[in-house]
T-cell receptor, first 112, second 110 residues
């Protein structure tokens, strides 16, 4: 089975711009979660989707949003980018048993 | 605040030695405790996990010990190899989300 794929792998944006990141889960997995990883804050939960419904959301400002499509693929969007948004954004997928989360390689976002 | 506290921040072990990483939590609603291994430039990879009704789980050279009353759990890496050099994260699950420890960088010296 192919693993979780994320596109793009690297992205450079300017402050004030917006960005959309994409995630394709492992085939058959219906839950997709997003995490932000930074050296200072570590791994922090952004949100989780199952069957196009957001079931949980982390403590991030409203500039961070996400969605899931009927084929379980997911996107996350960050609007009005700030320098502090520079991070590795990780997507994880799981089957109906939500505990075992499998991560993709991440998208490295740099905001200048 | 960090819901899962992990220690040490880093450790160095000789090849063949044992690496031990400890984690503690407060939230009794956590229902699943995985460990992840991350290499530079890669996403975290699920290594081993345990449910709170089990006190120990072993998979190959990796063992989780779980103490529910103390709200602590640990990862033991036996016969450490240079290929085990990576950052290890403990995590705890509840309400469809994982809360991660700060990570431990393990260096195995040949």
């Amino acid at each position: 089975k192919a693993g979780v794929t994320q596109t793009p792998r690297y992205l450079i944006k300017t402050r004030g711009q917006q960005v959309t990141l994409s995630c394709s889960p492992i085939s058959g997995h219906r839950s997709v979660s997003w995490y932000q990883q930074t050296p200072g804050q570590g791994l922090q939960f952004l949100f989780e989707y199952f069957s196009e419904t957001q079931r949980n959301k982390g403590n991030f400002p409203g500039r961070f949003s996400g969605r899931q499509f009927s084929n379980s693929r997911s996107e996350m969007n960050v609007s009005t980018l700030e320098l502090g948004d520079s991070a590795l954004y990780l997507c994880a997928s799981s089957s109906t048993f939500p505990y075992e989360q499998y991560f993709g390689p991440g998208t490295r976002l740099t905001v200048t | 605040q960090q819901q899962v506290k992990q220690s040490p921040q880093s450790l160095i072990v000789q090849k063949g030695g044992i690496s031990i990483i400890n984690c503690a939590y407060e939230n009794t609603a956590f229902d699943y405790f995985p460990w992840y291994q991350q290499f530079p430039g890669k996403g975290p990879a699920l290594l081993i996990a345990i449910r709170p009704d089990v006190s120990e789980k072993k998979e190959g050279r990796f063992t989780i010990s779980f103490n529910k009353s103390a709200k602590q759990f640990s990862l033991h890496i036996m016969d450490s190899q240079p290929g085990d050099s990576a950052t290890y994260f403990c995590a705890a699950h509840n309400d469809y989300k994982l809360s991660f420890g700060a990570g431990t960088t393990v260096t195995v010296r040949a």
